[in-house]
């Protein structure tokens, strides 16, 4: 008896996650759901990377799931998309079909694999203005008091989530509780895939002038044309950040713009890679497969693990 009913396929940007989940999903009669927070939102096409004519292998469909599922004035997080994710999760599984999560977005990720219990907080204005105005090295030391059992570090370095972690705590000490849907049963195959520095920044810098030569400054102007102001845009980070910044004309050529986004992905790719290794710190077992270019040989690597496990 199989000791999980659903495979996770993650790893840092471009190398090739979503091409080794659609042929796991294609073999082991899945469908893929989505864990990547720019691709649920609707007209953020290419430079996020949805390449949805990638969901099929031999003229054959590989149903997808969580991809463009809201308009972008919303603001969608992890606790819209832990909501979400259950729900499709049980409607896949009811159907007898082995869900295949792919994805990037490593707070998603953890979010469903260690069940984080989230809450919708109250507007508490007094006490969001005293946290800010308190030093980070007060309030992770207040963090450390209420939560002892914290045990990396990753979660006392960043202001906002010490902020949000403690104005969850007050939450539930007035009586909020999380308002989870139903859990079902998660029991992950987890799969990492990642490559060698130097063919990920290759990767990287082939797909950026890609996606530049296939409209992306276009796409960005489009949405912003259609009502979506700079402000959210930029908030979108990346890709959408540094296209708007370049159309505002505060980037002063194609040549900059190609130069800082290079650079900002790398970042990312790496803040990615630092993200899941505290996840095994905190005992998330990930089957890493070999660092090898070949994208044919990991899938075959991939498909065997599975039928191993």
């Not at 919303?74 to 896949?92: A, G, I, P, R, S």
């Not at 796409?219 to 044309?225: P, R």
């Not at 290794?277 to 040989?297: C, F, P």
Request: with cysteine; aromatic share 8%; charged share 30%.
């Amino acid at each position: 008896m199989k000791d999980y009913n659903c495979i996770v396929v993650l790893g840092p940007t471009a190398v090739g996650k979503t091409s080794i989940g659609v042929a796991l999903a294609n073999h082991f009669d899945g469908e893929v759901i989505s864990a990547d927070s720019r691709q649920t939102y609707c007209k953020l096409d290419i430079g996020s990377g949805k390449d949805i004519c990638e969901y099929q292998v031999d003229g054959k469909k590989i149903p997808y799931h969580l991809i463009d599922i809201v308009s972008l004035p919303t603001e969608y997080n992890v606790y819209n998309y832990q909501q979400d994710f259950y729900k499709v999760f049980k409607d896949v599984i009811s159907r007898g079909k082995m869900p295949v999560i792919v994805g990037g977005t490593g707070m998603y990720l953890d979010a469903i694999i260690r069940d984080y219990q989230l809450v919708i907080l109250p507007e508490n204005e007094k006490l969001h203005q005293e946290l800010l105005n308190t030093p980070l090295e007060e309030l992770a030391a207040r963090l450390l008091k209420e939560q002892p059992e914290l045990h990396t570090k990753c979660d006392l370095l960043e202001k906002d989530r010490v902020i949000k972690a403690l104005e969850i705590i007050e939450a539930k000490k007035n009586g909020v509780e999380s308002t989870s849907v139903d859990r079902p049963e998660i029991k992950p195959l987890i799969i990492g895939t990642t490559l060698e520095r130097p063919q990920i920044w290759e990767h990287i810098s082939i797909r950026l002038q890609e996606r530049l030569d296939n409209g992306m400054l276009e796409e960005v102007q489009s949405i912003h044309d259609s009502g979506i102001t700079w402000e959210r845009l930029e908030k979108l980070g990346l890709e959408y950040r540094y296209c708007s910044l370049f159309l505002q004309g505060k980037i002063q050529s194609k040549q900059e713009l190609f130069e800082k986004l290079f650079i900002a992905i790398r970042q990312f790719a790496k803040r990615q890679e630092t993200w899941f290794r505290m996840m095994e710190k905190n005992g998330v077992k990930i089957n890493w497969l070999e660092k090898i270019a070949d994208k044919q040989s990991r899938i075959n690597q991939a498909i065997e693990l599975v039928n191993q496990n």
